[in-house]
């Protein structure tokens, strides 16, 4: 099983500010690596998939970077909305053998 | 417009099978391609892939409670059924079900249901 691993659980940041998340495979996923916002009562929403692709209606605020075992997401002027949960999720194991991250929760500062 | 929706019941007593359906429309899942997957949460907790079934009826399974799960379809409901057998109080999350296409990324999900397990 492809362990997937992010940091750092809490990243507290400014409305304004830029956020830097984290997300390392434990083996090489090639580009298959998508992205998640959950909001507090809400279901996961898809940001990003194919490591770099925004998802429709994703804000150009957000944007994914990374191949193989390192990625990054980037939100680089963070607004109110934007405070939630992330989850990286490899799917490059197919027949599928999926897996999240741990998740990075983005908090005011 | 592509919706899911999960149903089941919100408490099992430790050793039940819990049943849970996933209501979908906007899509077919008869379509090549097109899969549906479940997912759970446990309180705040990681999200955690469960299952998956595909347009050509294939299945597959977390490995570590692949034992206790079985994924089947109803493609003339649009309904996909996730059963687990010998709930514990462990097992008590929310669970997701969500569209997978051909590019295997989970691009819509459902609101989710929250299932506790209790006595």
Sequence with gaps: EIVMTQSPATLSVSPGERATLSCRASQSVSSNLAWYQQKPGQAPRLLIYGASTRATGIPARFSGSGS???FTLTISSLQSED?????????NNWPPALTFGGGTKVEIK | QVTLRESGPALVKPTQTLTLTCTFSGFSLSTSGMCVSWIRQPPGKALEWLALIDWDDDKYYSTSLKTRLTISKDTSKNQVVLTMT???PVDTATYYCARIGRAHYMDVWGKGTTVTVSS
């Design chain 1, 83 to 91: 405070f939630a949960v992330y989850y990286c999720q490899q799917y």
């Design chain 1, 68 to 70: 193989g075992t390192e």
């Design chain 2, 86 to 88: 010998n709930m514990d």
